[in-house]
Every structure is written in C-alpha cells, then in structure tokens.
C-alpha cells in the first residue's frame, strides 16, 4: 500500500530547447520519484495528446503551463492522501479523472509524468532498483534480465534533420558482442570512424536530433544507398564485418512523406508496391536486420503486403500505426501487420498501458523495441523499462549529445549490477517467439 504525500510539477527544457514537463511525487514513506517526460517530432496521428499551451509569445506556442497546471490544481488533490495498492491502480485513477479517450482533458504529458514518478516512487518505498520493480510490475519472477541490443541512430534525417534525406534514420545495430558493455564499445567506434569517412568527403559533421551525423547529400544522385555506404565503410574501418559483428536497421518514417496515397521519395511519387521495392533492394544489397515505418500509417492494407513480402526477412517495427497502444497493436495483429512494434512511453501515456502494449506484443511472438523521443531530457526511465521487460532491444540514439549517452550509460550500470544474472542475447533478441 503507498500512500501519495505530495505531487509537484514544473517546466523544464528537453533537448530540442523546447519546454516539457517534470513531475516530482513523494509518498509519505519519504521515498520519491522523479520524471521528465519526452516529446515526438514525427508523431502518429493516435498518440495521446501532448499538451502545449499554444500562446506564442511564450517559448513560442510550446509552453507546458497548462499540463503542469493540471498537475497541481487537478491530479494533485485527487491522489494526495489517497492510498494506492498498484502501478495499475495509481494508473486507472488518473485515467479516470481525464476520462477521454485520447487524454485531451489533462493531457497525456501531465498524466505521463505522474505515473513515471510514482513508479520510481513505489520502487525506492521497495528498496529495489527501478528495472527490479518494473519486472515485478509486470509479474515477472525470471532471475535472468535481459540488457538490449542498442539500435544505433548514427546517421539522421526527414524530421530529425534539415538535410533533403527522406529516411529519419540509418542505425548500426552491434549483434556480435558478447555483452551490452562490448555492444556499445563497438557501436561508438563505428559512430567515430562515420565521422572520419564524411570528413574525408568533405562533409559536415554537425549531428541532429538523436546524435547521429546529418550532412546534406544534395550532390549526390543515390543519397539513402550513399549513406548506407558511407555507413558499410565505417564499419569496415571499424574492425568489424557487417553481417557478423554488426547489421543495419532503417527508421524510413514513411507517414512524413505519404500524400494522397502516394509516397513522394528521392523527387518521385511512389506507390506501396514500388516503396517495397526500393526496400526489397536494399536488403538484398546490405546486410539489414529491421524495417520500421516503412509505410505510412494509414496504408494498413500496404502494412498487411509488405510483411507477407519481406516479414521472413527482416523485423518490421510499427511504429506510428500502432503508437504504442495496445487496442491498436491487437487490431495490427489480427490483421497480420508487421512483427514488431515500438514503443514509446507518451504515445500511450501511463506506464500500466506501456507494460500491457509489450505484453501483448511478447504473447504474439513479436518483437517489442523500446524508444525515445526525438526531445529528450536526462531522464533514463526507459534503459530500466527496456531491461525490466526483458525486452531485448533500444532505440535511443546515438553515441553523442548527453541525451542520448544518458540511458546507454544507464544500461551500463545496470548490466554492473546485475552481474551474472545479465543476458544478452545479440540475433536472438530478433527472432520472433525466442
């Protein structure tokens, strides 16, 4: 039984210079949590709603007054007081008190913060390590944890660059380690030896968003298969073998350039089937392991032909057509869409529904992929939640900006002190119903 004392909120700065919230709660235990709460650049049109205060001669529109406000004038004197047994009690509380369906009345980045907070909460009222709690959360006895497979975003564009490259992200994903550890040591020394290979093209080496490098390529005519080759050299460069030591995975984030069922890519309207192609080629000239976002999230019937074409042969995350929810992820399963999906803690805004999305996801054999957001904070909830859930692999970033490091140096720790009870399991984090 937790007993909240008190929830404050306020105004913090997340990455992309952008205001975002931050929830303190405190229990009458005297244990507290604290949260910060990420923000999308390439949003699915179902996430939860993330409130901003649209009054634009403050931080420019994007203010988070009003979702702090809610915070303290509404959720607040709803739980202080308030005895809770549960994450999913403390959780059903909060979506109660918004009672619609895309958290609109509080807004998902309030509700988001509260739940992110009392989970922290409740696992230092346990004396346990965050990861700890969240697998018991879950109801996850295993004594084995298994620490992610980094998902390396080393090369960026669409809506995390301004550089004319359609694709978001180029990942390195380092399968050939025998640890998390070794995972990321070879994952910056590739981030590194990219930063040579575009100087030498005399490139630029200011990085986007997520960390990863983001030149224009505007004299090049092939840009995605010229990144994906200024990509193979690094790791050649590196030491290491693509395809052995180290796959490449794409965020195409294909809803930021579907129009009118058309896919408008490299100068050209594509449709589904010639989408897939250009797909279907570059699998079969680099050694690519994950697929996300490939099409558009309303293209559900291109989703069902593109994993009965290329599902066997590499991991097809859903991102902004499942966003995270679980209803959604159930419909995408019936229907045979993708084999993964991602997930992202404020698309779907409490912890109790991120835990049931990878829940669903694990029962169905798919692979669930763990996320940031484009605007992040230092807040490393999701290396605890990625490793809490056994869920095998991560997306967060790249080997620069703080951000990012963040939660990678997070996942380091923790491999620290789980000792022999840390799993890796490289390929086998990818294949369906292992």
């Given at each position: 039984?937790?007993?909240?004392?008190?929830?404050?909120?306020?105004?913090?700065?997340?990455?992309?210079?952008?205001?975002?919230?931050e929830?303190?709660?405190?229990?009458d235990?005297?244990?507290?949590?604290?949260?910060?709460?990420?923000s999308?650049?390439?949003?699915?049109?179902?996430?939860?709603?993330?409130?901003?205060?649209?009054?634009?001669?403050?931080?420019?529109?994007?203010?988070?007054?009003?979702?702090?406000?809610?915070?303290?004038?509404?959720?607040a004197p709803?739980?202080?007081?308030?005895?809770?047994?549960?994450?999913?009690?403390?959780?059903?509380?909060?979506?109660?008190?918004?009672?619609?369906?895309?958290?609109?009345?509080?807004?998902?980045?309030?509700?988001?913060?509260?739940?992110?907070?009392?989970?922290?909460a409740?696992?230092?009222?346990?004396?346990?390590?965050?990861?700890?709690?969240?697998s018991?959360?879950?109801?996850?006895?295993?004594?084995?944890?298994?620490?992610?497979?980094?998902?390396?975003?080393?090369?960026?564009?669409?809506?995390?660059?301004?550089?004319?490259?359609?694709?978001?992200?180029?990942?390195?994903?380092?399968?050939g380690?025998?640890?998390?550890?070794?995972?990321?040591?070879?994952?910056?020394?590739?981030?590194?030896?990219?930063?040579?290979?575009?100087?030498?093209?005399?490139?630029?080496?200011?990085v986007?968003?997520?960390?990863?490098?983001?030149?224009?390529?505007?004299?090049?005519?092939?840009k995605?298969?010229?990144?994906?080759?200024?990509?193979?050299?690094a790791?050649?460069?590196?030491?290491?073998?693509?395809?052995?030591?180290?796959?490449l995975?794409?965020?195409?984030?294909?809803?930021?350039?579907?129009?009118?069922?058309?896919?408008k890519?490299?100068?050209?309207?594509?449709?589904?089937?010639?989408?897939?192609?250009?797909?279907?080629?570059?699998?079969?000239?680099?050694?690519?392991?994950?697929?996300?976002?490939?099409?558009?999230?309303?293209?559900?019937?291109?989703?069902?032909?593109?994993?009965?074409?290329?599902?066997?042969?590499?991991?097809?995350?859903?991102?902004?057509?499942?966003?995270?929810n679980?209803?959604?992820?159930?419909?995408?399963?019936?229907?045979?869409v993708?084999?993964?999906?991602?997930?992202?803690?404020?698309?779907?805004?409490?912890?109790?529904?991120?835990?049931?999305?990878?829940r669903?996801a694990?029962d169905?054999?798919?692979?669930?992929?763990?996320?940031?957001?484009?605007?992040?904070?230092?807040?490393?909830?999701i290396?605890?939640?990625?490793?809490?859930?056994?869920?095998?692999?991560?997306?967060?970033?790249?080997?620069?900006?703080?951000?990012?490091?963040?939660?990678?140096?997070?996942?380091?720790?923790?491999?620290?002190?789980?000792?022999?009870?840390?799993?890796?399991?490289?390929?086998?984090?990818?294949m369906?119903?292992?």
């Amino acid at each position: 039984m937790f007993t909240i004392e008190s929830v404050q909120a306020r105004e913090v700065i997340d990455s992309r210079g952008n205001p975002t919230i931050e929830v303190d709660l405190r229990l009458d235990s005297g244990a507290t949590g604290r949260a910060a709460v990420p923000s999308g650049a390439s949003t699915g049109s179902r996430e939860a709603l993330e409130m901003r205060d649209g009054d634009k001669k403050r931080y420019l529109g994007k203010g988070v007054l009003k979702a702090s406000g809610n915070v303290k004038d509404l959720i607040a004197p709803r739980l202080v007081g308030q005895k809770f047994n549960s994450q999913l009690e403390l959780d059903d509380a909060l979506l109660q008190l918004d009672g619609t369906a895309n958290k609109s009345k509080l807004g998902a980045n309030a509700i988001l913060g509260v739940s992110m907070a009392f989970c922290r909460a409740t696992a230092m009222a346990e004396n346990k390590p965050l990861y700890e709690w969240i697998s018991h959360v879950c109801g996850d006895s295993r004594e084995q944890l298994v620490l992610p497979v980094p998902l390396m975003n080393i090369f960026n564009g669409g809506a995390h660059a301004d550089n004319g490259i359609d694709f978001q992200e180029f990942m390195i994903i380092p399968l050939g380690a025998p640890t998390f550890a070794e995972a990321l040591r070879m994952g910056v020394e590739v981030f590194h030896h990219l930063k040579a290979v575009l100087r030498d093209e005399h490139l630029n080496t200011g990085v986007g968003d997520e960390g990863g490098f983001a030149p224009s390529l505007e004299d090049y005519e092939d840009k995605h298969e010229q990144v994906l080759e200024f990509v193979m050299q690094a790791i050649e460069q590196a030491g290491y073998v693509a395809g052995k030591d180290i796959y490449l995975g794409l965020d195409v984030a294909a809803s930021e350039f579907f129009d009118s069922g058309r896919y408008k890519f490299e100068g050209r309207m594509l449709s589904s089937r010639e989408m897939m192609a250009v797909y279907e080629k570059m699998i079969g000239s680099y050694p690519s392991l994950s697929l996300e976002d490939g099409l558009a999230e309303g293209d559900w019937d291109g989703w069902k032909d593109m994993t009965q074409r290329l599902g066997n042969r590499v991991q097809l995350v859903g991102d902004d057509i499942f966003v995270t929810n679980p209803t959604i992820l159930k419909e995408g399963i019936q229907s045979k869409v993708a084999n993964s999906v991602l997930v992202k803690l404020n698309q779907v805004g409490t912890v109790t529904e991120t835990l049931r999305t990878i829940r669903i996801a694990q029962d169905a054999k798919y692979t669930a992929v763990i996320s940031h957001r484009s605007g992040e904070t230092e807040d490393t909830f999701i290396a605890d939640l990625a490793v809490g859930v056994s869920a095998g692999q991560i997306k967060t970033g790249s080997a620069s900006r703080s951000d990012r490091v963040a939660k990678y140096n997070q996942l380091l720790r923790i491999e620290e002190q789980l000792g022999r009870r840390a799993t890796f399991l490289g390929i086998k984090s990818f294949m369906h119903g292992s």
